[in-house]
């Protein structure tokens, strides 16, 4: 295997140059940002902190958090509020379609924080909002990047029967790193739910971030787990820390680094893998149809 560049291990929050990006400006971004706060929506652009905002919401997109913008999940890389949700909207699915519309939108993606005190974890939510973008605009196509469902199947399969035509949900990291990056979620179950989302008949899709501490084995290890339970299409990005209270960065990925672990995903059987500093997981969405 080719020798990459070792990149140190960041002792510090000064990031490499690659990891740069445009302040957000334009019409379009502003266009996009009126709608949002008109309709009183999230966006995990905004609550994530996204590096990518400026450029998506410049181009007219957005990927919508319905359920509310506070989490019952203490993930460490995660930058959205954790408490106790207290917004359970009925007409958001309604506001959301209204607002897909509004923008010309024609690859929405849409996510959640987790809901793990809801019965069915808000699948009724996803379920109506996914129906009303399709009655309002049919020929918007629809990725829906859905929580772990802490293995309640019936609420796996109300999320994803609505007809979007992607389905997506992350991974994060790898195998020995759960405790640490992800300590309310399970590997394997999170493996088993996209094995259900395939059999289930959707395009399906993960994405892992790189930094955390892995090593490019678990990394390929990973990879593999995911082939064999069905994946479609993986993104690889740099984790980033929103705060000192998160995870730290254990190294900046080169970008050489991220061009091999594509390469290597081909390889290992994925039909797509979107690898590079900057990517998240609806970065470059409508390529993944």
Known sequence: MIELPQ???????????????????????????????????HTI?????????????GEGTATFMILG?????????????????????EDEPRRVAEAIQLMQVKHAVITSVNRDELKDKGAEIWYQTVRAVKETTPATTIETLIPDVKANWDALIRMIEGGQEVVSHNMETVARLYRYVRPQAKYERSLEQIKRTKEFGKRNKSGIMLGLG????????????????GLDVLTLGQYLQPTKMHHEVIEWIHPDTFAMYKEEGLKRGLAYVESGALVRSSYHAERHI
């Open 7 to 41: 990149i140190s291990p960041a002792s510090s929050n000064r990031k490499p140059d690659w990891l740069r990006v445009k302040l957000p400006i334009g019409e379009n971004y502003a266009k996009v940002r009126k709608l949002v706060d008109e309709y009183k929506l």
């Open 45 to 57: 652009c905004q609550s994530g902190n996204c590096p990518n905002m400026g450029e998506c919401w």
């Open 69 to 89: 913008n506070v989490c019952t999940r203490s993930c460490t890389f995660c930058a959205v509020a954790t408490g106790r949700p207290q917004e359970y909207d």
């Open 214 to 229: 892995e090593t490019k084995d678990e990394v390929f290890q990973a990879m593999d787990d995911l082939v064999a339970h």
